[in-house]
Structures are given as structure tokens and as C-alpha cells.
């Protein structure tokens, strides 16, 4: 059974820092990555997505990186501001059984001026 | 649509009534997913539909659980009975056909059982 871990859980950082949130993966085989922000009573918006057989995505200061071999993913954070702060989503759509979504708890992030 | 439309935004109902959550996907997207999200936890997955089928429901948590889509579109979700631990955020995604497809949610049902 797939397991999404996030590290940190919470993340409190200063206007103008670039950050680093983590994800890990127990089972490799997987489709795709996908990095998800949630602010506080809303959905989720996608914010990128990484192939298997893809190493990064970029999306302007947003960069995720997927090493499956070893299980992790990481989104880089560029410059941060407070508008960035929320709730970070990292999920797995595996590539056994009908490749739903499986989600880490998130880490939620705190941006101050 | 221009994105996932859930209804209602937010539910208040008594304990032991049934309620119907609604889920109208992107138009196009045949596969359609629900999550739930209870306070502090993590995202559940409940149940995803290609098409009309529902190839895996094996998230439903109890047989007071239930969902359908009609017309490869609309999907609704019904709880029975409710408890009071049904209180929680249900999500509703949708994607194209391809497994290599993003997946886009809804902004979700808040239930709350009293």
C-alpha cells in the first residue's frame, strides 16, 4: 500500500526566503506527482505535475523535482511571500490497481512580511 | 465548465438524516474521484468513476455510503444515516481519460452533522 510522508508538517519563514518542502514515497512504481496548495477553507489548486519518466517542472518561482528511484519529491519555493502561504498537498498516482491519487498530510506554510 | 462545481457549499444537518452531495466535473473529464477531509487529517480517497462506472469504491467507508454518475457527467454522493464523524469536507476531482492527466478538484462540500 502506497504511504505519502511530508516533512516539515509546519514551516514558518520570513518574506524573501527560498524554501525546500519534502515528500517521500514507499512504492516506486508510480505515474505521476502531483504538488497541490490548499489555502484555509478552499480546494485544492493544482500546482504542478511530474511524469514518471520526468525529473522537474517548473512554474515560475515553483520548482518540483521527482527522483522515483528513491522515493521523493521536493518543491522549491523561490523568493517567498506572504501570498504563498498555505497549505502545501503532495500525491502519488500509483501505477497499480486504478492509479487514484494518495496524499501526504501537507505542510502547512507561514510567510510573514 | 470552467472548473469542478460542488453543491452545497456547506451542509448542516441532524444526525440520522440522509444528505446528497453534488459534483459536476470539468466538461469532458471522464473520471471523477471523491475525497473526503476530516479536521486534521489527510485527504481519504472515497471513490472514483470512469464514466458511468465505478470500477473502485473500495474507499466507501460503510454501506451508509453511496455514489452514481449519470450521463458520464454529474456524480452525487449519499450518506445515509448520518453519524456525526461524517462531519468532514467532501471533495469532488475530475481529469481526463489518461492516467497522466492533472487532476482538478472542486471546492468541496463542508458537512457538518449535529
Known amino acids: 500500500k502506497q504511504e505519502v510522508t511530508q516533512i516539515p508538517a509546519a514551516l514558518s519563514v520570513p518574506e524573501g526566503e527560498n524554501l525546500v518542502l519534502n515528500c517521500s514515497f514507499t512504492?516506486?512504481?508510480?505515474?505521476?506527482l502531483q504538488w497541490f496548495r490548499q489555502d484555509p477553507g478552499k480546494g485544492l489548486t493544482s500546482l504542478l505535475l511530474?511524469?514518471?519518466?520526468?525529473r522537474e517542472q517548473t512554474s515560475g518561482r515553483l520548482n518540483a523535482s521527482l527522483d522515483k528511484s528513491s522515493g521523493r519529491s521536493t518543491l522549491y519555493i523561490a523568493a517567498s511571500q506572504p501570498g504563498d502561504s498555505a497549505t502545501y498537498l503532495c500525491?502519488?498516482?500509483?501505477?497499480?490497481?486504478?492509479?487514484?491519487?494518495?496524499f501526504g498530510k501537507g505542510t502547512m506554510l507561514l510567510v510573514s512580511p | 465548465g470552467a472548473g469542478v462545481s460542488q453543491s452545497p457549499s456547506n451542509k448542516v444537518t441532524e444526525k440520522g438524516k440522509d444528505v446528497e452531495l453534488r459534483c459536476d466535473p470539468i466538461?469532458?473529464?471522464?473520471?471523477l474521484y471523491w475525497y473526503r477531509q476530516s479536521l486534521g487529517q489527510g485527504l481519504e480517497f472515497l471513490i472514483y468513476?470512469?464514466?458511468?462506472?465505478?470500477?473502485?469504491k473500495s474507499g466507501l467507508p460503510s454501506d451508509r455510503f453511496s455514489a452514481e454518475r449519470t450521463g458520464g457527467s454529474v456524480s452525487t454522493l449519499t450518506i445515509q444515516r448520518t453519524q456525526q464523524e461524517d462531519s468532514a469536507v467532501y471533495l469532488c476531482?475530475?481529469?481526463?481519460?489518461?492516467?497522466?492527466?492533472?487532476?482538478?478538484f472542486g471546492e468541496g462540500s463542508w458537512l457538518t452533522v449535529v
Open positions: 476531482a475530475s481529469s481526463l481519460l489518461s492516467t497522466g492527466n492533472t487532476i482538478y
Open positions: 512504492d516506486s512504481a508510480i505515474y505521476n
Open positions: 511530474i511524469q514518471s519518466s520526468q
Open positions: 500525491a502519488v498516482r500509483s501505477n497499480s490497481g486504478y492509479s487514484t491519487l494518495t
Open positions: 466538461s469532458g473529464h471522464t473520471a
Open positions: 468513476f470512469q464514466g458511468n462506472s465505478a470500477p473502485d
